[in-house]
């Protein structure tokens, strides 16, 4: 039902004529006849209005030639280019359909005086005119997005300044104290025979 309420409402007026029962109008109606359009008027008696939404209907009535004519309009429809109030009228009925049974003047509502002629319109739905406003901040985002990547990058480039390259620890050399594992060994010292001589005197 959704679907069907969303069609229905793309093809309403933004406008329409506020219609009340025992006025007398001009309906401005398109005529299409062959290749060529025309615009005939009908002037009548608004006896009933009924339906609603794109279905809302009005019927006028008018005595042409002694013959009563009705024709039933769509509000809604796009043949319908404007209605334009004439006279207003007394009506405490919904719907006069006992004006079909009189001839003459008494087939006309009384008209009441000192009433104000004015075409007024009964506002349906808003011209939407917000497209370009949409467009705007279908634009913004973009922009938005550009900076912070340009901003992601800055702080990359930035975080990388700061780190610094990790300083090399250079090992001290260690020193290993060197033993000689060389015994000493005593060394008999070799002496001449008359030294030995000498030594064995002394001894003596």
């Known amino acids: ?25 001009k309906v401005h ?3 299409k006849e062959g290749n060529k359009e025309r615009i005939q008027v009908f002037e009548g008696i608004i006896i009933k209005v009924q ?15 002694g013959v009563g004519v009705e024709k ?23 719907k006069l359909f006992y004006l079909r049974e009189r001839l003459g003047k008494s087939a006309k509502t009384k008209e009441q005086i000192g009433a104000r002629i004015e075409d007024k319109e009964i506002l349906i739905k808003e011209d939407l005119v917000e497209e370009p406003v949409e467009q705007e901040a279908k634009e913004e985002p973009a922009v938005v997005e550009e900076t912070a990547k340009n901003e992601v990058v800055e ?3 930035v ?46």
């Not at 780190?163 to 050399?173: G, H, Q």
């Open 1 to 25: 039902m959704d679907i069907i309420k969303s069609i229905e409402h793309e093809q309403l007026k933004n406008k329409i004529p506020d219609l009340k029962v025992g006025n007398t109008v």
């Open 29 to 31: 109606a398109r005529i």
């Open 51 to 65: 339906g609603g939404g794109i279905n809302q209907t009005f019927t006028v009535r008018k005595n042409s030639y």
């Open 72 to 94: 039933t309009f769509l509000v809604h429809s796009p043949l319908v280019e404007k209605v334009e109030l004439v006279r207003v009228g007394k009506a405490r009925r919904a």
């Open 155 to 157: 702080e990359t480039t």
């Open 159 to 204: 975080a990388e300044e700061k780190v610094e390259a990790p300083a090399i620890e250079t090992e001290k050399p260690v020193e290993q104290e060197v033993v000689d594992t060389v015994k000493e060994e005593k060394v008999d010292v070799v002496k001449d025979k008359d030294e030995k001589n000498e030594d064995k005197k002394a001894d003596k």
